[in-house]
């Protein structure tokens, strides 16, 4: 064959792999506003930066060769705002982007490469598991399980991803090993699909219900972020990335200055009544205090007590835990913590220091806390927190009372606490205390009951925690953006050039 | 257009209600307040819509998990 007709056939060859499915699959999906695996890539990546490795892959299978381009995943390599990055985008037009033999090996060679070299790793779930009949029987089974490490997770770079149709099997496993996870709307998360599941269980279930982005923004917390269109999830994905390092041996990108703005100088004082009944909105003070339009809320809808959130200090990655009044007053039950800790992992194993604003009348006691194994995410929580190696910094505004002011960083679990001059700190509320200690109720006895809190609220204040160095210093609640900021400098891990001990890099991506 | 029934994050007191059967709610619009650990506690509309029933009389005890109030989704 000549050079000519050898360059024929592989341009033949590249176009029937580039046309995915047929045009009649793709059409379809047009019609019903989602992108496909390829235009997705275009929607993520910066302009012509894609480079695909595995196009000419197809199924083992000899008789699907010609109907399984790319072998239903497109894999690859690109650039997010300058950045590398390595890609897996499944096709659903083909074969349902079932995964098979062919692009198991596509994906460990992307995941590998991606570990090697220092770029994080997105995935495009859409896929509909294991491709049947491909893997039933011995010989499928006993391969598919060659890979002792195919789940592992060290950390080393971060891993992030969308969720942009039925997701159930592998796309679904990466999803939850991921550090990030959005969810486009209309998009279902599952073990196995709502047909296969009604006809396991006898019984019709609805893909909402199964896997819906309510089910996993609300009830389950694995979506950190939600979206109403493929576009938006992946521009979400880009987001993400800009907070964290391309790998964990290297501190998170600086923004230079010209690319931050200081926030707009709300008036922090008219944010949070001063009156320690009243509750306001911690996302406020976050929003008053970071460079402006830098947050990034992460788990909004789910374990609502606590406020988790990517954001910058003048142009510095940092990572928000705040406690939430308008929740419950602030009090942390199982959920928060479980998000909580979920968010210190991630902050750890990629370098971003961890900011604490503190407002909390301790954890939420309950019978339903306890059926969720309560004190056990406390301590999940809490040995997250002290196993942080990154620079931990805690504010202090109103309320930090007992178990929950060690967990959100009291103590010698901040490097540095500052304490507002409406802080006060003690085993519980003075109120409680009083019918606790002495069996007081206040509708029975005013006088007695006043008397009594007054006696525990002594020796509580912002002034008493600065004289036994308990704070290292009570601020003016307008100088907390400039707290933080110098000491964030301070405590910088200059021996190390940013980076942490990182000893959580290998806990769960779920807890 | 369905309903959401809005249950109670927390035992406490109702203290007031702050909205009215047919008030069109924004996404944490509050319906009422609670009184638990000695803090105002306020009940939010979990998504934007119109409230459609009160289900519980400021003053009355309330336990964790009870229903509260509905909400017809969409507003």
């Known amino acids: 064959m000549s050079y000519e007709e050898q360059l024929e056939e592989l341009a033949r060859r590249e176009a029937q792999a580039k046309a995915m499915g047929g045009e009649e699959k793709l059409a379809r999906r047009t019609e019903q506003g989602l992108l496909n695996a390829r235009s997705r890539l275009d929607a993520l990546l910066d302009r012509d930066s894609f480079r695909e490795v595995g196009l000419l892959a197809q199924s083992a299978i000899r008789a699907d060769r010609d109907t399984t381009p790319a072998d239903g995943k497109v894999s690859g390599f690109g650039r997010v705002e300058g950045r590398d990055i390595a890609v897996v985008s499944n096709d659903l037009t083909v074969k349902g982007a079932s995964s098979s033999a062919t692009n198991a090996k596509k994906i460990a060679y992307i995941k590998t490469t991606a570990t090697r070299s220092g770029m994080p790793v997105v995935f495009l779930g859409e896929s509909s598991g294991a491709r049947i009949p491909d893997t039933m029987g011995a010989e499928s089974m006993s391969q598919g399980g060659a890979d002792p490490q195919q789940y592992c997770r060290r950390r080393e770079t971060p891993w992030a991803s969308a969720v942009l149709g039925p997701c159930f099997g592998s796309s679904t496993w990466y999803s939850c090993l991921s550090d990030f996870l959005v969810m486009r709307k209309g998009a279902t998360l599952a073990v196995s699909s709502a047909r296969v599941t009604s006809l396991a269980i006898g019984e019709t279930v609805d893909p909402e219900e199964l896997g819906g982005w309510r089910l996993h923004s609300e009830v389950t917390g694995l979506a950190d972020a939600v979206a109403d269109s493929d576009e938006e999830a992946l521009e979400l994905v880009r987001r993400f990335l800009s907070y964290l390092p391309s790998h964990a041996g290297e501190a998170p990108p600086v923004q230079s200055a010209g690319e931050w703005r200081a926030p707009n100088g709300d008036d922090i004082l008219a944010l949070v009544p001063p009156e320690r009944t009243r509750v306001y909105d911690i996302r406020k003070i976050i929003r008053a205090v970071a460079d402006e339009g830098s947050v990034f809320p992460l788990k909004e809808r789910f374990g609502k007590a606590v406020v988790t959130a990517l954001a910058r200090m003048e142009g510095q990655s940092v990572g928000f835990v705040a406690t939430n009044p308008m929740i419950r007053g602030g009090a ?51 040995h997250a927190l002290q196993l942080v190696s990154v620079p931990k910094v805690s504010v202090i505004l109103r309320k930090s009372y007992g178990q929950a002011f060690l967990n959100m960083g009291g103590g010698r679990n901040s490097d540095e606490i500052a304490a507002w001059t409406s802080a006060e700190v003690s085993f519980m509320d003075p109120g409680v205390g009083a019918s606790v200690v002495h069996g007081l109720k206040r509708d029975e006895d005013p006088e007695a009951f006043d008397a009594a809190a007054d006696a525990l609220r002594k020796d509580t204040s912002a002034y008493d925690m600065a004289s036994v160095f308990g704070v290292q210093s009570v601020i003016d609640p307008r100088d907390t953006r400039d707290f933080l900021v110098a000491a964030l400098a301070t405590h910088r891990r200059r021996l190390s050039n940013g980076i942490g001990r990182r000893e959580m890099a290998n806990w769960p991506t779920y807890f | 257009m369905s309903d959401i029934t809005v249950e109670s994050e927390i035992a406490g007191t109702v203290w007031k209600i702050e909205a009215s059967p047919g008030d069109s709610l924004e996404e944490e619009g509050i319906i009422m307040i609670l009184e638990s650990m000695k803090m105002e506690i306020p009940v939010l509309a979990p998504e934007d819509g119109t409230l459609s029933e009160v289900l519980v009389s400021e003053g009355d005890t309330i336990r964790e998990g009870q229903p509260l109030a509905k909400l017809s989704r969409g507003g």
């Not at chain 1, 990629?350 to 004190?375: C, H, M, Q, Y």
């Open chain 1, 332 to 382: 942390m039950d199982p959920d928060a913590c479980r998000k909580a800790s979920d968010f210190l992992v991630m902050c750890d194993s990629f370098n971003i220091p961890v900011i604490l604003l503190v407002d909390t009348p301790g954890f939420l006691v309950g019978v339903s806390g306890e059926r969720k194994a309560a004190p056990a995410h406390i301590m999940n929580m809490m």
